[in-house]
């Protein structure tokens, strides 16, 4: 079964100032918030992944790029941006052990960001774990002078054909904050 990337909900995608600047913090912290819509994670179940494996597609990697922009009357600004991966490896057991607690032969190991890695069990965590994020942009305060200053956060997804998913390239774009 191949997931569409054509979905009836949008990805969801939020920007949020977490507090007011102090005298001490020098920049302005904004935090990004991101997932995969339900009815595309729905779609994402056991056995897909338990064919993908037997399909030999072992290893899923979805790549973020995550900018945030001052929205301007004529041109937006870039003022921050990183971009990273994360991605899980599929690992097969026939220890009951094992089974027993996982309840399935599969397991998801997860790969993230910091190259830290985390045995899942909970498939719905090991896809939350994939498909969403909450990353914080630190921005200088000089970049953000204007009379009325509104931010804005685009995130840009992509990975490559898998068993289970087609190609993902596809960008979102948070609505607009006001700040200060």
Not at 8 to 22: D, G, S, V, W, Y
Not at 26 to 54: C, G, H, Q, W
Not at 157 to 179: G, I, M, N, T, W
């Amino acid at each position: 079964m191949k997931l569409k990337t054509q979905y009836a909900e949008e990805p969801f995608i939020r920007l949020i100032q977490p507090k007011n600047r102090t005298e001490q913090q020098k920049n302005i912290d904004f935090i990004i918030e991101f997932s995969f819509p339900k009815n595309f994670l729905e779609d994402i179940t056991l056995d897909n992944i338990k064919e993908a494996y037997r399909k030999m597609d072992r290893r899923i990697k979805v790549r973020y790029r995550v900018a945030l922009y001052r929205k301007g009357s004529l041109l937006n600004r870039k003022l921050a941006e990183v971009s990273f991966s994360k991605k899980w490896i599929l690992y097969w057991t026939r220890d009951p052990m094992i089974t027993e607690r996982y309840q399935t032969n599969i397991w998801v190991l997860g790969v993230d960001k910091n190259l830290e890695a985390e045995f899942f069990a909970d498939f719905d965590e090991a896809k939350t774990f994939l498909f969403s994020f909450r990353e914080e942009l630190s921005v200088p305060p000089e970049l953000l002078r204007e009379s009325r200053p509104a931010a804005f956060a685009e995130v840009e997804v992509r990975s490559h054909k898998h068993y289970f998913l087609d190609e993902l390239k596809f960008r979102a774009r948070s609505k607009p904050v006001q700040f200060f």
